[in-house]
Structure formats: structure tokens, C-alpha cells
Nanobody
Framework: VQLQASGGGLVQAGGSLRLSCAAS????????MGWFRQAPGKEREFVAA????????YYLGSVKGRFTISGDNARKMVYLQMNSLKPEDTAVYYC?????????????????WGQGTLVTVSS
């Protein structure tokens, strides 16, 4: 299974970006897909996730109301719409796929990871 993330870039504070992630490879069903980020010198942190069975969404508190996760399980695609970006959102963003759950906010739960896409928000 391969995950390909795209859509990162440089944006001014207050701007928007949309990240995309495509999963490919062997046919599989997954429990959830999520986004994580890692800023320089910091640990990787959960950002958002979507579970397919009940289409529930989960968000890091500091991005709630600004970021929206969506996706298409049949196409194995997940998106992260990021609005009102802040300099503290600067990080490498990773998409990930969780085959079995049940806690989609935990990075250890995820089975496959993409290569990351850099988001830089200037002040």
C-alpha cells in the first residue's frame, strides 16, 4: 500500500490550502484515514481523522473550526481543507491509513504512512 500526499506549499497567515492523499496498492478495506503533522523539533501530532463505517470526524482542538477532513473510501482518497492558517500550523503533514482502529487519533494505530508534504505559513 502506498500513500501519496500533495497540496502543501507556502501561504500567508490567514490563507488556505487543501491537502490531498491517495492510497493505492492492493485491494483492502480500512477503518480510518488521518492527517498528522510534525513541526521542527517537535513530536508528530494528530491533526484530523475520518472513520469510514460511521463517517465520524476527529480534530485536534487547535484546528477545530479551521480545518475540515473529508474523503472517499471507495476511491481511497482523503482531503484536508485548511483555512485561516496560522504560523504555528507550519509543519510537514502526513497522511496515514488505519486498517483496524479503534482509536484513530493515536499514531501507533496507523499501519501505512505517506511521505509528507510541507506546509509553511508566513506571518
Amino acid at each position: 500500500v502506498q500513500l501519496q500526499a500533495s497540496g502543501g506549499g507556502l501561504v500567508q497567515a490567514g490563507g488556505s490550502l487543501r491537502l490531498s492523499c491517495a492510497a493505492s496498492g492492493r485491494t483492502f478495506s480500512s477503518y480510518a484515514m488521518g492527517w498528522f503533522r510534525q513541526a521542527p523539533g517537535k513530536e508528530r501530532e494528530f491533526v484530523a481523522a475520518i472513520t469510514w463505517s460511521d463517517v465520524n470526524t476527529y480534530y485536534l482542538g487547535s484546528v477545530k473550526g479551521r480545518f475540515t477532513i473529508s474523503g472517499d473510501n471507495a476511491r481511497k482518497m482523503v482531503y484536508l481543507q485548511m483555512n485561516s492558517l496560522k504560523p504555528e500550523d507550519t509543519a510537514v503533514y502526513y497522511c496515514a491509513l488505519d486498517l483496524n482502529g479503534p482509536a484513530p487519533i493515536k499514531p501507533d494505530e496507523y499501519d501505512y504512512w505517506g511521505q509528507g508534504t510541507l506546509v509553511t505559513v508566513s506571518s
